[in-house]
């Protein structure tokens, strides 16, 4: 009986949940996959439901009276909640008002872009299409499980981390940040010892251009083992379950452990899909806030010192 459970339970590959599926092209040139189409369904989405979500948080008509200022739909009041604590307590924090400002938008949508494609993964839209009698399925896996495409993402937040640092300290602000302070060009300074500590300072630029791309490839290798190893888990647990139905002789007790356990982990991945959207987004914001300026700070600090305390 073992035999027969593990042979069929061999028929089934968990690995099929998460591997593309080519759709035109050649598999060394491939034109169009089903994570591209899964993940423009997802853009698709994610513009249309923050669209719907901001006109029932947008603020009504003055005959309305206090009810206008109330959001109005449980959509629009889940999101705006995620919204108001991702801002008030994870982003601005970090980054500061300015920094808030500018990058909020941006960040929101990678929150709600990876968001979105990671819950299309928990759906089995490949399965429903299997027994459809569909063996080439145009759209359905989980897109953020392919590396490529997390990459991709882990670009954009390379882009707009180094984007910031130009922009709040100009070019040469960004590279004496990677030069952390020291002596770039000897021979222009009048400190005696400059010149001795210039290969120090080119050695420690070397570490931190390598810093910068293995930061965004961690990144991307976090989501993408994430969604790979949770739906391939998954889906082997319900392949339990599979396979002890597979053997006629009977009822068999894996086919409810299996089943149970594959129930458990799909809540389990809910809260993983949540929680790898808000990782990425909010190691974006770290890695911005390093090059942010610190004047402000230690002029409030400074001022603080300066003012004279109370009479008693």
Same mark, same amino acid.
Request: net charge negative; charged share 10%.
């Given at each position: 009986?073992?035999?027969?459970?593990?042979?069929?339970?061999?028929?089934?590959?968990?690995?099929?949940?998460?591997?593309?599926?080519?759709?035109?092209?050649?598999?060394?040139?491939?034109?169009?996959?089903?994570?591209?189409?899964?993940?423009?369904?997802?853009?698709?989405?994610?513009?249309?439901?923050?669209?719907?979500?901001?006109?029932?948080?947008?603020?009504?008509?003055?005959?309305?009276?206090?009810?206008?200022?109330?959001?109005?739909?449980?959509?629009?009041?889940?999101?705006?909640?995620?919204?108001?604590?991702?801002?008030?307590?994870?982003?601005?924090?970090?980054?500061?008002?300015?920094?808030?400002?500018?990058?909020?938008?941006?960040?929101?949508?990678?929150?709600?872009?990876?968001?979105?494609?990671?819950?299309?993964?928990?759906?089995?839209?490949?399965?429903?299409? &299997? #027994?459809? @009698?569909?063996?080439?399925?145009? /759209? *359905? !896996?989980?897109?953020?499980? =392919?590396? %490529?495409?997390?990459?991709?993402?882990?670009?954009?937040?390379?882009?707009?981390? &180094? #984007?910031? @640092?130009?922009?709040?300290?100009? /070019? *040469? !602000?960004?590279?004496?940040? =990677?030069? %952390?302070?020291?002596?770039?060009?000897?021979?222009?300074?009048?400190?005696?010892?400059? #010149?001795?500590?210039?290969?120090?300072?080119?050695?420690?630029?070397?570490?931190?251009?390598?810093?910068?791309?293995?930061?965004?490839?961690?990144?991307?290798?976090?989501?993408?083992?994430?969604?790979?190893?949770?739906?391939?888990?998954?889906?082997?647990?319900?392949?339990?379950?599979?396979?002890?139905?597979?053997?006629?002789?009977?009822?068999?007790?894996?086919?409810?452990?299996?089943?149970?356990?594959?129930?458990?982990?799909?809540?389990?991945?809910?809260?993983?899909?949540?929680?790898?959207?808000?990782?990425?987004?909010?190691?974006?914001?770290?890695?911005?806030?390093?090059?942010?300026?610190?004047?402000?700070?230690?002029?409030?600090?400074?001022?603080?010192?300066?003012?004279?305390?109370?009479?008693?």
């Amino acid at each position: 009986m073992l035999t027969a459970l593990l042979l069929a339970a061999a028929e089934y590959d968990p690995k099929t949940h998460v591997q593309d599926v080519l759709l035109m092209g050649t598999k060394d040139a491939p034109v169009l996959t089903m994570h591209m189409v899964t993940l423009a369904l997802s853009g698709l989405i994610t513009v249309a439901m923050l669209l719907l979500v901001s006109k029932s948080i947008a603020t009504g008509q003055a005959g309305e009276g206090n009810t206008r200022y109330l959001t109005k739909s449980r959509l629009g009041q889940f999101v705006e909640a995620m919204i108001c604590w991702l801002r008030d307590e994870m982003i601005e924090p970090v980054l500061g008002t300015s920094g808030t400002k500018r990058w909020l938008p941006l960040l929101l949508s990678l929150f709600f872009f990876i968001l979105v494609n990671n819950l299309i993964g928990l759906i089995p839209i490949v399965d429903m299409l &299997h #027994l459809g @009698g569909m063996h080439t399925t145009p /759209v *359905g !896996g989980t897109a953020t499980g =392919n590396l %490529a495409i997390t990459i991709g993402l882990a670009v954009v937040s390379f882009v707009i981390i &180094h #984007l910031h @640092g130009i922009m709040e300290s100009g /070019v *040469g !602000g960004w590279l004496a940040h =990677n030069f %952390a302070g020291l002596p770039v060009f000897g021979l222009t300074s009048k400190k005696i010892g400059d #010149l001795g500590l210039l290969p120090i300072a080119l050695l420690v630029f070397v570490i931190e251009i390598v810093g910068h791309l293995i930061k965004p490839f961690a990144l991307a290798v976090r989501l993408f083992a994430n969604m790979v190893a949770g739906h391939t888990v998954m889906a082997a647990l319900f392949g339990l379950g599979l396979g002890v139905l597979k053997d006629l002789t009977g009822p068999e007790i894996g086919t409810v452990v299996g089943s149970a356990a594959g129930f458990a982990f799909y809540f389990l991945e809910l809260f993983v899909a949540f929680l790898q959207a808000f990782i990425f987004m909010f190691l974006t914001v770290v890695f911005l806030s390093l090059f942010n300026h610190h004047d402000d700070h230690e002029d409030d600090h400074a001022h603080d010192a300066a003012e004279p305390s109370p009479a008693h």
